[in-house]
Structures are given as C-alpha cells and as structure tokens.
Nanobody, 118 residues
C-alpha cells in the first residue's frame, strides 16, 4: 500500500533552516508528482510546493509565500522528496505534509511539526 513518511521537523529560530524529507513506498515513485502542504493551527491546509517527475528545477512550483525561500527536490533512487526551508519566519509554523495522487486516490503522510520561534 502507498505510504508517505515525513521527517525533519523541529524547533528553529527565525531566519534558520530545516530540511524535511518524505520517504515514499508502495508505488513507482519516479512516475508521480509530489507535493508539500502545510496546516497551521486553526487554518486550512494549504499547498506549499510541487515537483514533477523530473528532478530538474524547471519542474517545480511554489506558493508565493515561500517562493525564493523554499526548495523542493526529489531523489528517485531513494524514493524520497525533500523540502529545503531557508529564512524561516514565525508564520511558517505549521504541520507539514507530503502528498501524492496515485490512480485517482490521494495519499497523505502523517505530517511533521515545524515551529519557528525565538
């Protein structure tokens, strides 16, 4: 079955960096777009970034709120997607989820908490 497992979250000061990982299994990873979403307390889940099946930067898209600060990549040999987050702000505090749609079904990981605070 499809499984997504996020890791790498934690507490970081404003201006700091974190790299999130999403380990995937149960499907042919290299054949599918991968996305990151986040959900802050009391708010709806929002899209953050997506990457196409290619690992090149031309296959990436970002929400305006993270453009220039976050970078989504993938390693198809390791079945893993990453979200490099730089220049973090308190408003980036949220639970971060990875997402994939396989054969018209959408799958989510369990999420990893990112807290940006001094």
């Amino acid at each position: 079955q499809v499984q997504l497992v996020e890791s790498g979250g934690g507490l970081v000061q404003p201006g700091g960096s974190l790299r999130l990982s999403c380990a995937a299994s149960g499907f042919i990873f290299s054949n599918y777009y991968m996305s990151w979403y986040r959900q802050a307390p009391g708010q709806e889940r929002e899209w953050v970034a997506s990457i196409s099946i290619s690992s090149s930067s031309s296959g990436t898209n970002y929400a305006d709120s993270v453009k220039g600060r976050f970078s989504i990549t993938r390693d198809n040999a390791k079945n893993t997607a990453y979200l490099q987050m730089n220049s973090l702000k308190p408003e980036d505090t949220a639970v971060y989820y990875c997402r994939v749609s396989v054969r018209s079904l959408t799958y989510w990981g369990q999420g990893t908490q990112v807290t940006v605070s001094s």
